[in-house]
């Protein structure tokens, strides 16, 4: 690809990103330039292939194109610009192309009925459609140690968590239930819009047991971030923090969803960023590889490969 070619690709990126990724948007302003480019460009070829499962006018039109991206990256060609450049993308950044053709799965079951059974299912789908994210990021930030994987998959997992509780009310409106059945015994998606009393106690205890389950993967995800280099550390300790701030506002509003969508202001991202950067410095486990990942994390995602 010539510059002009790649220096328009990457516009369009930084737009996608700007108007979708605020989170992430803000938290990239710590990487270099070449990190900065291909996590943008990552980014808009995630959200390409999320707003299919999405935003499309008929399922049938959104499973076409889903498997129109599903042979571009079997068959290695595309004459879609974004699908394009994710292709140049994976070359690029050595990444794996069953990753992205996880990702692809994942949005496709949105466009199917969406009623997750249990936590072994949710952690199951967040591996899909945000682990693989996390696991092409540390990639395109340089990232090809094995042991850094199972970090980054799990720092995806949280903040897919953290964006499924933000948005009960929103996926409810679309016939979507991603907050398991046992935890909120298999109510239909109408009741999660506006639920009566008795009602929300079990919904705000589910939510409140689906964030607390984050709080795990997060926590593992941090302690990843070390087999990251350091710009890109810092930036993706940013990012996680100001996402992982979502969820402790919604817990500040008792779980109480269905008033508002929560969205971290500009301040709030400030204080988090330098409260972030203060305390990681001064940690000996910012600086230290993790011995080892804990497998228990990943024992749903481990059941699904060997089932």
Known sequence: MNKVGTQTNFSSAESVLAN??????WARRLLGKIHSERATRLYRLCRYIDD???EENSVVVSRQKL????????????????????????????IDKSIVLDLIAGVDSDTQLVRIEDQDALLRYCYQVAGTVGLMMSKALDTHDEA??????????AMQITNICRDVKVDALANRRYIPANLV??????ALIDPNEQQKKLIQSAVANLLDCAE?????GEKGLPYLPLEARLSILVAAR????????????NYEYWHRRIVVSTPRKIVITVQALASSLLSPNFWRRPKQHDAHLHRALLSQSSS
């Open 52 to 54: 299919l499962g999405d």
């Open 216 to 220: 795990k993967y997060y926590a593992s």
């Open 67 to 94: 498997l129109e991206a599903r042979n571009a990256f079997n068959l290695e060609h595309s004459d879609n610009e974004v699908l394009n450049d994710g292709l140049s993308l994976l070359n690029e950044c050595q």
């Open 242 to 253: 100001v996402y992982r701030e979502i969820g402790r506002e919604l817990k500040n509003q």
């Open 185 to 190: 015994q298999d109510f239909e998606p109408i």
């Open 148 to 157: 850094a994987y199972p970090f980054a998959i799990d720092l995806g997992i």
């Open 20 to 25: 979708k990724g605020r989170s992430f948007h």
